[in-house]
């Protein structure tokens, strides 16, 4: 009887093991598919964890089998914070580190008699009615508050009307960068929090990020998301494209040089998928990567250079940035606001003497380029 028992939990292991090596050959084989067996849990309200390694909430993403035959481990993820922490255990490490299964209680095993398919449902849309009601209550948007005292409050208006930017009253006031694709349909809004004085993201005590199809709460809601200022592409058919990486660099790089069309992917391995960027086919593309992330998107010309007329890659940060600089991985934007506009610099004037202020309104005192005199 114990030899049958024993040869009985022999076979369960065996099978058990099966299961994990098959698993671990199909990540290997799908690396380069478009349909990953595995892939990072999509977005929904509480489903990010406290990262393992740098210990900040809501920010890490779990890794989850497509098929439902194995559940990873929590510390199976990626960490949002991809510089500052960097966090990233694959799949293909936990097979690594696994190669067997020493206690099957462990893990949470799903019996599956079929491989379950992984079908895509139907892109949804948010009523773009919806996103005409935000484009508005600029006043209460920290970013829009920011960006006016460097570039002046019509000019941050025209671009924030162009790129369809609007304001929430989440967390007393936020800005949302809507995605908005080349056919003028609303694939979601990304909403987050700026420091009215710096311009920079508020990521204390936690990282304020939501999306308006989740503050709405939209049931199988399936969103795709598009490059942020994509719907620009049809209204300038052939005009080149730069790419960013943040929605706040693209916006103010459009101030400083408007020959480009530019747009942001939303995070450093964002939106580079054959799918999406075939918005760009016979552009010419030119990447601009944020410090520390030249090499990432070096990597993706090879996905760029079939589709698009011209891909280069700008290396100009690199060369020219400090060791400080890299450190804090700055963007273009914030190279392109080292020297100070003349709004910036009548708004340091404000701060000193706000009599000033008063004067400008009540003369209704204009500021003009000293080219155009």
């Known amino acids: 009887m114990q030899l049958l028992q024993f040869a009985l939990s022999d076979i369960r292991f065996s099978a058990k093991l099966q299961i994990l090596q098959t698993a671990r050959t199909a990540f290997i084989k799908q690396?380069?598919?478009?349909?990953?067996?595995?892939?990072?849990?999509?977005?929904?309200?509480?489903?990010?964890?406290?990262c393992p390694q740098c210990g900040k909430k809501q920010c890490f993403v779990r890794y989850i089998d497509c098929q439902g035959e194995i559940r990873?481990?929590?510390?199976?993820?990626?960490?949002?914070?991809?510089?500052?922490?960097?966090?990233?255990?694959?799949?293909?490490?936990?097979?690594?580190?696994?190669?067997?299964?020493?206690?099957?209680?462990?893990?949470?095993?799903?019996?599956?008699?079929?491989?379950?398919?992984?079908?895509?449902?139907?892109?949804?849309?948010?009523?773009?009615?919806?996103?005409e009601q935000t484009l508005t209550n600029y006043a209460m948007n920290p970013l829009y508050i920011y960006?006016?005292?460097?570039?002046?409050?019509?000019e941050t208006k025209r671009i924030f009307q162009l790129y369809q930017v609007g304001s929430s009253k989440k967390w007393g006031g936020s800005t949302v960068f809507w995605q908005v694709?080349?056919?003028?349909?609303?694939?979601?809004?990304?909403?987050?929090?700026?420091?009215?004085?710096?311009?920079?993201?508020?990521?204390?005590?936690?990282?304020?990020?939501?999306?308006?199809?989740?503050?709405?709460?939209?049931?199988?809601?399936?969103?795709?998301?598009?490059?942020?200022?994509?719907?620009?592409?049809?209204?300038?058919?052939?005009?080149?494209?730069?790419?960013?990486e943040s929605e706040k660099s693209a916006l103010i790089a459009t101030h400083y040089m408007p020959d480009f069309i530019w747009l942001a992917t939303g995070g450093m391995h964002g939106c580079f998928k054959a799918d999406v960027v075939n918005v760009l086919k016979d552009r010419a593309v030119m990447l601009?990567?944020?410090?520390?992330?030249?090499?990432?998107?070096?990597?993706?010309?090879?996905?760029?250079?079939?589709?698009?007329?011209?891909?280069?890659?700008?290396?100009?940060?690199?060369?020219?940035?400090?060791?400080?600089?890299?450190?804090?991985g700055l963007d273009i934007a914030d190279f392109l606001l080292v020297e100070d506009t003349p709004q910036m610099i009548l708004s340091k004037m404000i701060q000193r003497n706000p009599a000033l202020q008063t004067l400008i309104d009540k003369f209704g005192l204009e500021l003009v380029n000293a080219e155009q005199i």
């Not at 990072?40 to 990010?48: E, I, V």
């Not at 960006?147 to 019509?154: E, F, I, P, V, Y």
Request: net charge positive.
């Open 31 to 50: 690396r380069n598919m478009t349909d990953y067996r595995f892939s990072l849990q999509k977005y929904k309200r509480g489903s990010k964890l406290s």
């Open 72 to 131: 990873f481990p929590d510390y199976v993820g990626r960490c949002d914070h991809e510089q500052s922490c960097a966090y990233h255990y694959t799949p293909a490490d936990y097979f690594h580190d696994n190669p067997t299964l020493p206690d099957s209680r462990d893990y949470n095993w799903t019996e599956s008699r079929k491989p379950k398919p992984c079908l895509i449902p139907p892109t949804s849309y948010i009523d773009r009615q919806l996103m």
């Open 147 to 154: 960006l006016s005292s460097l570039l002046g409050r019509d």
């Open 181 to 244: 694709d080349w056919q003028g349909r609303v694939r979601t809004g990304k909403i987050m929090l700026y420091d009215s004085a710096t311009g920079h993201r508020i990521k204390e005590p936690r990282s304020y990020v939501s999306w308006v199809h989740t503050e709405l709460n939209l049931q199988d809601y399936y969103l795709k998301q598009c490059l942020f200022g994509e719907h620009l592409l049809s209204e300038n058919p052939t005009k080149s494209v730069a790419i960013v």
């Open 288 to 328: 601009c990567p944020d410090l520390g992330a030249t090499e990432i998107w070096q990597s993706k010309i090879p996905l760029l250079s079939p589709i698009c007329s011209k891909v280069i890659l700008s290396d100009t940060l690199e060369r020219c940035a400090t060791d400080e600089q890299r450190k804090a």
